[in-house]
């Protein structure tokens, strides 16, 4: 199933290299999407996009901010995670502004807060409800777009980005209160990518993760990573699709390249009930601590082949500054797993408060010196001086100190030992206090704040401590309402508690145990038990890791993001209810029992009785071992990493699939799908019944990136789901290799390769033992009919005694098909010029290349044709309606990538136009697609006595009849 993609591949791109580091990022993707026009660039909630798509959405975008946004002024994107905002990004680049990524769910008074300081001067969002909150900022008028008026703007034709052109802003967290922004110029960005396919090398092959919000810092690998390199970008939203969606796509799309932070993974693993990421060749974590204890749960959770792949950097150093691959027989020796060894170009060294560089083994602040760190940041001249400093010694090169405290191993690996400042990492997200406790002084009541980290079994909540203005008496509640109404969610306290005093030490400063003994304290604090079923609660406290009150509001509870996914999935686990839109701030854990409903697939089945037996079959998929291809589980893929074509097969019994998969060997793909046997109390279905649910499995297998060549069977009562499912592919541009039914016979005409098996002691199925010559009337009926004995009888053929002879048969008929008979339609590509090389006798030389994934068969074998036709006065330069001139077997195989170049006469002028058109068909009928680019037509100069007519009225057909 992982062998072939969705379209035949096109020759890619050359490697991303140094270079290209030269040229703009634009550059770099332009050559991507013209190498792999027809690839596609990324999957979204809306389905695929080829990389031409998102060129020309690109471009769009791109004219759009070159129009309304002044040169060297940003344009902030306020985008859900979707095409929209990466061909927005690329727009940006393309124009050579830089774009400001800001998070649609984020607060509107800290969005508003960002873009007053940013200066954007365009906002383009989704929708008017995104846009109109903050349409009104401080820092002068910001214009407004909505994506769907981009799709109607012309393409942009003249790129402004250089190398030297800022590429984006992206805004932390501030330790004077107020967000600060990272810029970075599009040589940087580059550098990063290229560090980061230097070392994961992503290709065209690969499926690359996205769970990032575009505005962190985080999803510039992933982003660029994959279109940069040729990859598919699968894009998720974790907070509005949930972990079950973003598990189920993970598996469905094939994801082999997954990136996650360390939280993230946990409660994938925690919601998973097999792996995380079947067919996962790497996974790369960063961006807050890597527990041993999470190397181990990966190690459990992953295919064994998949590398891990982490380490370390920060927005300002512009990517990671240590890194490694770690081994599989590495055994970590601490709590967390070391962040690697040093990157090239990232020099890193260990320094004293005074800046001296520390012994070796000793503790030091990490200061990271390269001529690729951030550019500094955006509208701060003050704080870029003080914060990037220049290394004299190298022109070029600066200096960063990111506040991580490490230590150097005797192995030459860093461990990682925290922060050198108040500084916390939550979800990777960088943390300063400071930006909460400005937010908390500013409310009405408050007269100090401060925020006190708890950190415990690798996750880390805020805890907010509030001492009032002499005589007032604030609510804690109210002020983390205030805070969660303002602040982006990773700076949402935990809770709030209000002290009469904040207890400080003999010098006046905090008294921070005291503070820690407070937190604690509250953990162990008793909450009132109410009468809900003990089951649910526990779930809660389960996720929560604390005693849960019942009716305290989930603001009051401190439940994260994360945790709220991880309880949502759980729920409907193991209760069966949904959540779904029910876990609201001001919602407590008894109105949301209350307002649960069944989940899905789990209540009362839909009235029709078409939706009746998708549910049962659905049940009945359940306990398959197989990979679900959609939501219900109604199709399931064994042997997911085979890489030969694979077998569609439709059984009656799930065991038959489990017994099959096993016997045809892991290198084997097989979608198996089950038929309604048994499902009506044992009559057998009726032609409506097993249509509507043939068609359902169509719907998804069409879904699916299948390869462009399949093999479809199945056995008794299978058959004529085999038979719907065989023919749709075929009519949607799939080849069918062979249709193999067992046991049955279909008395319907059909136009491709069959292969009929029949149990050798099977005295009531096989006709061998009712006709002397049973196949001498499948002639009237198939095109290419052939038959096989397979040991056993009816009911058996998956017994562990004969189910190896059906296995040896499908895979020797899969043998003989996998590269024979009509290519699929979506196959039908070429790329064809033609050149004049001898004039007197009208002599060219027609040049073929293969862009598709398979292979072109000799012209004896396959009937594959060039075609040359003379073109009559007025005829386009496609083809006429009629017989060509001239037919010239392909004389050699061509396979994917190749060129063939084949010299010809010309057929005779008939008409007189010296012009003649090229094509390239399949036994006459299957005529290929010109690729863009090719110049299929070929003019001859005139030759002395040449008549050549008078240009023909306009308005006359050229489509004469031979």
């Known amino acids: 199933m992982s062998g072939a993609p969705e379209t035949p591949p096109e020759l890619g791109p050359a490697a991303l290299g140094p270079a290209d580091l030269a040229r703009p990022l634009w550059h770099r993707f332009a050559r991507v999407a013209a190498a792999l026009p027809t690839h596609p660039a990324l999957l979204d909630a809306d389905g695929a996009l080829s990389y031409a798509g998102l060129l020309s959405l690109a471009l769009r975008y791109g004219g759009v901010i070159a129009a309304r946004v002044p040169a060297g002024a940003p344009v902030a994107l306020c985008l859900r995670t979707s095409r929209h905002v990466v061909a927005a990004m690329l727009g940006a680049l393309f124009a050579g502004r830089p774009y400001v990524p800001l998070d649609p769910g984020y607060p509107a008074d800290h969005l508003r807060r960002i873009l007053g300081h940013s200066a954007a001067r365009l906002l383009i969002g989704d929708s008017s409800d995104d846009l109109a909150p903050l349409a009104v900022q401080a820092g002068g008028p910001c214009e407004t777009v909505r994506a769907a008026e981009v799709l109607q703007a012309p393409i942009a034709v003249r790129g402004e980005g250089r190398p030297e052109s800022p590429a984006y802003v992206i805004y932390t967290s501030g330790s004077t209160g107020a967000p600060k922004g990272v810029w970075q110029d599009q040589r940087g960005l580059l550098h990063d990518i290229l560090q980061y396919t230097q070392m994961v090398h992503p290709g065209r092959d690969d499926r690359h993760s996205l769970l990032y919000s575009p505005c962190v810092n985080g999803a510039l690998r992933d982003i660029f990573g994959a279109i940069l390199n040729g990859a598919t970008l699968c894009m998720s939203d974790l907070r509005s699709e949930g972990l079950h969606k973003v598990l189920h796509d993970l598996a469905a799309r094939r994801v082999t390249i997954l990136h996650a932070m360390p939280p993230v993974l946990r409660s994938l693993i925690r919601g998973a009930e097999g792996p995380i990421c079947p067919e996962a060749r790497l996974l790369y974590t960063a961006g807050d601590r890597f527990l041993t204890q999470d190397l181990q749960a990966l190690r459990a959770n992953l295919p064994a082949a998949c590398e891990i792949y982490t380490g370390i950097g920060s927005t300002e150093c512009a990517t990671l500054y240590r890194q490694w691959i770690v081994p599989r027989d590495f055994t970590a020796d601490s709590e967390l797993v070391p962040v690697g060894y040093p990157v090239e170009a990232r020099e890193m060294r260990l320094v004293d408060a005074q800046g001296a560089e520390v012994a070796a083994g000793e503790i030091g602040q990490i200061r990271v010196t390269s001529p690729h760190v951030a550019r500094g940041y955006w509208n701060d001249a003050a704080l870029t001086q003080s914060c990037f400093v220049e290394d004299p010694a190298r022109p070029g090169w600066r200096s960063f100190q990111p506040g991580d405290l490490g230590r150097l191993r005797p192995d030459g690996l860093l461990d990682f030992l925290g922060r050198a400042d108040r500084q916390i990492k939550i979800r990777g997200f960088r943390i300063e206090p400071a930006e909460i406790e400005a937010a908390l002084r500013r409310m009405a009541g408050v007269a100090e704040a401060v925020i006190v980290p708890r950190t415990e079994a690798g996750r880390t909540r805020l805890i907010a401590f509030v001492e009032p203005d002499a005589g007032a008496q604030p609510e804690a509640g109210a002020l983390r309402r205030s805070l969660c109404s303002s602040l982006p969610p990773q700076l949402h306290p935990e809770r709030v508690v209000v002290l009469e005093r904040l207890p400080r030490l003999g010098n006046f400063k905090l008294d921070v145990k005291a503070l820690q003994a407070l937190t604690e304290a509250a953990d162990t604090d008793p909450v009132p038990r109410a009468g809900l079923r003990a089951?649910?609660?526990?779930?809660?406290?389960?996720?929560?890791?604390?005693?849960?009150?019942?009716?305290?509001?989930?603001?009051?509870?401190?439940?994260?993001?994360?945790?709220?996914?991880?309880?949502?999935?759980?729920?409907?686990?193991?209760?069966?209810?949904?959540?779904?839109?029910?876990?609201?701030?001001?919602?407590?854990?008894?109105?949301?029992?209350?307002?649960?409903?069944?989940?899905?697939?789990?209540?009362?089945?839909?009235?029709?009785?078409?939706?009746?037996?998708?549910?049962?079959?659905?049940?009945?998929?359940?306990?398959?071992?197989?990979?679900?291809?959609?939501?219900?589980?109604?199709?399931?893929?064994?042997?997911?990493?085979?890489?030969?074509?694979?077998?569609?097969?439709?059984?009656?019994?799930?065991?038959?699939?489990?017994?099959?998969?096993?016997?045809?060997?892991?290198?084997?793909?097989?979608?198996?799908?089950?038929?309604?046997?048994?499902?009506?109390?044992?009559?057998?279905?009726?032609?409506?019944?097993?249509?509507?649910?043939?068609?359902?499995?169509?719907?998804?297998?069409?879904?699916?990136?299948?390869?462009?060549?399949?093999?479809?069977?199945?056995?008794?009562?299978?058959?004529?789901?085999?038979?719907?499912?065989?023919?749709?592919?075929?009519?949607?541009?799939?080849?069918?290799?062979?249709?193999?039914?067992?046991?049955?016979?279909?008395?319907?005409?059909?136009?491709?390769?069959?292969?009929?098996?029949?149990?050798?002691?099977?005295?009531?199925?096989?006709?061998?033992?009712?006709?002397?010559?049973?196949?001498?009337?499948?002639?009237?009926?198939?095109?290419?009919?052939?038959?096989?004995?397979?040991?056993?009888?009816?009911?058996?053929?998956?017994?562990?005694?004969?189910v190896a002879s059906l296995a040896g048969a499908l895979r020797a008929e899969i043998d003989a098909t996998a590269a024979t008979g009509l290519l699929p339609a979506r196959a039908r590509r070429a790329e064809l010029s033609a050149q004049l090389v001898s004039e007197p006798d009208r002599r060219v030389c027609i040049r073929l290349r293969n862009p598709t994934g398979i292979a072109f068969e000799a012209g004896a074998d396959s009937h594959i044709a060039l075609a040359i036709h003379a073109l009559d006065i007025g005829e386009a330069d496609t083809r006429p309606l009629r017989v060509p001139d001239r037919m010239i077997p392909l004389p050699a195989r061509l396979a994917p990538g190749e060129t063939l170049e084949v010299s010809a006469p010309l057929p005779a002028d008939r008409f007189g136009t010296g012009r003649y058109l090229i094509g390239l068909c399949e036994e006459g009928v299957g005529w290929f697609t010109p690729q863009a680019g090719a110049d299929p037509v070929i003019e001859v100069p005139a030759q002395p006595g040449d008549r050549r007519p008078p240009p023909r009225p306009a308005g006359r057909g050229g489509h004469d009849t031979a």
Request: glycine residues 10%; negative net charge.
């Open 535 to 802: 089951d649910y609660l526990s779930r809660w406290e389960k996720i929560l890791k604390r005693p849960v009150d019942p009716d305290a509001t989930l603001e009051a509870l401190g439940a994260d993001s994360l945790e709220l996914l991880e309880l949502e999935l759980l729920l409907e686990r193991d209760l069966k209810i949904s959540v779904r839109g029910l876990l609201l701030p001001q919602a407590t854990p008894r109105r949301i029992w209350a307002a649960a409903g069944p989940a899905s697939g789990q209540g009362v089945p839909d009235a029709h009785p078409a939706a009746d037996r998708l549910h049962a079959l659905a049940a009945l998929m359940a306990p398959s071992p197989g990979i679900p291809l959609d939501p219900d589980g109604l199709v399931r893929l064994h042997n997911h990493g085979g890489q030969r074509m694979p077998l569609l097969w439709c059984v009656n019994q799930v065991s038959e699939a489990t017994a099959l998969a096993r016997a045809l060997g892991p290198d084997q793909p097989l979608l198996a799908m089950r038929s309604l046997a048994g499902l009506d109390g044992g009559a057998p279905p009726t032609p409506g019944a097993a249509r509507q649910v043939a068609e359902r499995y169509i719907q998804i297998l069409l879904a699916r990136d299948l390869p462009l060549r399949v093999a479809v069977g199945g056995n008794c009562q299978a058959a004529p789901f085999a038979f719907q499912i065989a023919t749709a592919l075929s009519l949607e541009g799939y080849a069918v290799a062979s249709l193999i039914l067992l046991e049955r016979m279909l008395p319907v005409p059909y136009g491709g390769r069959m292969l009929m098996l029949f149990g050798r002691d099977s005295r009531t199925h096989n006709p061998a033992f009712q006709f002397a010559d049973p196949t001498a009337a499948w002639g009237s009926y198939l095109r290419d009919g052939h038959c096989a004995i397979i040991e056993g009888s009816h009911g058996d053929f998956f017994a562990p005694g004969n």
